[in-house]
């Protein structure tokens, strides 16, 4: 089945991000969805929200409850959602000045927005609007669009620490894009907080979509961190528990994640924690890795109660 192309793309580039795979994973998607039945969807680990954004314009679903537990990630939707305006007016003024500079003094642009960016993390109430959200989405954007491999990670203090990427009149302000995005927020409600917050959410008219931080398939291939609270083993069991309770309220479940058997064959971590659910694989080409030759197409895990 060919996919169906969607106007609105994703505003963040998100370690993970599932815009090459919508095409196998919309062939999975529960067939009350493409029927117009299911009327409510729910995804607790937004990121780039590729596959909430292809949800939106191609299904005829009522509400979208999106959440995560990065901070400075809700913050940025909600801003979208609510301001888009100021935040489209300071990200076109960053542009101009970066754009006007040449390589040197862009790295030096670059490590000044950083800087203003981990210094006054403090200022930031993550949990009312404010006005200084706009300027601090904004830098989320300008360092996710300007930053190297366009990825967003933080060290145990909360502070970005990617550096500057070298990219020639990248685009920071893609202001059609960000109020088409907007408009397609109107209909979600966005929240801060782990997997659990959206249970409340959850009936048997919902589909639910996780993508939970991947499970390492070796010990080099970890890559951290979205925000400050790992997801180890523990956090994986935690998540399968929750899984098994939401399959219970009767609604439809997606999970991806990886596939520990493209490391170790004998590896059955996700067949034992979700027995009985349905385990289907995908092909999906992943870039972050620092080894070139470690780069390329694996499998990836779809897991679903349908």
């Not at 076109?92 to 040197?104: A, D, P, S, T, V």
């Not at 966005?190 to 048997?204: A, L, M, R």
């Not at 890795?289 to 679903?304: T, V």
Request: aromatic share 14%.
């Amino acid at each position: 089945m060919q996919l169906i192309a969607t106007k609105v793309k994703p505003f963040l580039k998100w370690a993970g991000g599932k815009t090459q795979l919508l095409e196998q994973m919309s062939n999975f998607f529960p067939v009350e969805l493409k029927l117009g039945k299911i009327k409510r969807y729910v995804e607790p680990f937004i990121g780039g929200g590729a596959v909430f954004f292809h949800a939106a314009q191609i299904y005829d679903i009522d509400q979208f409850f999106i959440s995560d537990v990065n901070e400075e990630l809700v913050l940025a939707y909600k801003t979208v959602q609510s301001d888009v305006d100021n935040l489209i007016d300071m990200l076109r003024e960053m542009e101009r000045k970066y754009l006007r500079l040449n390589i040197e003094k862009q790295k030096k642009y670059f490590y000044d927005i950083r800087s203003r960016f981990n210094e006054s993390r403090s200022l930031i109430n993550f949990h009312n609007f404010k006005s200084n959200w706009v300027e601090r989405a904004a830098q989320i954007i300008f360092l996710n669009r300007t930053c190297f491999n366009g990825l967003f990670r933080v060290n145990s203090n909360s502070e970005f620490n990617v550096p500057f990427g070298r990219y020639k009149n990248p685009t920071i302000c893609a202001e059609e894009n960000l109020r088409e995005v907007s408009q397609l927020l109107q209909s979600a409600e966005i929240y801060f907080g782990d997997f659990t917050v959206c249970e409340e959410f959850v009936n048997s008219n919902t589909f639910v979509y996780f993508d939970p931080p991947y499970r390492p398939i070796s010990k080099t291939a970890s890559f951290t961190s979205y925000s400050k609270y790992g997801f180890d083993d523990a956090a994986q069991l935690r998540l399968a528990s929750f899984y098994r309770l939401l399959n219970r309220k009767g609604a439809n479940l997606m999970l991806s994640n990886s596939d520990p058997k493209n490391e170790n064959p004998k590896d059955r971590f996700f067949e034992e924690a979700y027995k009985k659910f349905h385990i289907e694989r995908v092909k999906a080409n992943r870039m972050i890795n620092c080894n070139a030759d470690k780069r390329g197409a694996i499998n990836e895990l779809l897991i679903m109660n349908y």
